[in-house]
């Protein structure tokens, strides 16, 4: 006898933060490297080297602070706990917090607040 469960699909891949990090440091990287190598050869003598090496270097390291701007910036979280209802504010840095009025656990996920018991049985 067959058990008709659904399959569970995976979700693909998301470009979060440690994806957008690695490809801004790896962007840096390249067009720092190709900056150097541009500058040392192409300007030995001449001036085009370092029309086409000097921009390169300095985009090496400015666009990968452009691309992780993100990455810095703390949003706040505001709700109501799941428990007692008692507004909570927080940032979407915080994982976990204790609630001050009940001093019940409350995980917060996805710019929201829940209670713990919900996110252990998802």
Same mark, same amino acid.
């Given at each position: &006898?067959?058990?008709? +469960?659904?399959?569970?699909v995976k979700? %693909?891949r998301?470009?979060?933060?440690?994806?957008?990090f690695?490809?801004a440091?790896g962007i %840096?990287? @390249?067009?720092f @490297?190709a900056? =150097?190598?541009?500058?040392?050869?192409l300007g030995q %003598? +001449?001036s085009?080297g370092?029309?086409?090496?000097?921009?390169? =270097? @300095?985009? %090496?390291?400015?666009?990968?602070l452009i691309? &992780?701007? /993100? =990455?810095?910036?703390?949003n706040?979280?505001k709700?109501?706990?799941p428990y007692c209802?008692? =507004?909570?504010? +927080?940032? /979407?840095? #915080?994982?976990?917090?204790?609630c001050?009025?009940c001093g019940?656990?409350v995980?917060?996920?996805?710019m929201?607040?829940?209670?713990?018991?919900?996110? #252990?049985?998802?």
């Amino acid at each position: &006898m067959e058990s008709e +469960t659904p399959e569970r699909v995976k979700p %693909g891949r998301r470009f979060d933060s440690a994806y957008s990090f690695s490809f801004a440091i790896g962007i %840096g990287l @390249i067009l720092f @490297i190709a900056g =150097l190598v541009i500058s040392l050869t192409l300007g030995q %003598g +001449t001036s085009i080297g370092l029309i086409f090496g000097i921009p390169l =270097l @300095i985009a %090496g390291l400015v666009l990968p602070l452009i691309m &992780m701007r /993100d =990455l810095f910036t703390q949003n706040e979280v505001k709700g109501a706990c799941p428990y007692c209802s008692t =507004l909570i504010k +927080t940032s /979407d840095a #915080t994982i976990r917090l204790r609630c001050p009025s009940c001093g019940k656990d409350v995980v917060v996920r996805d710019m929201k607040l829940w209670a713990v018991e919900e996110v #252990t049985l998802s």
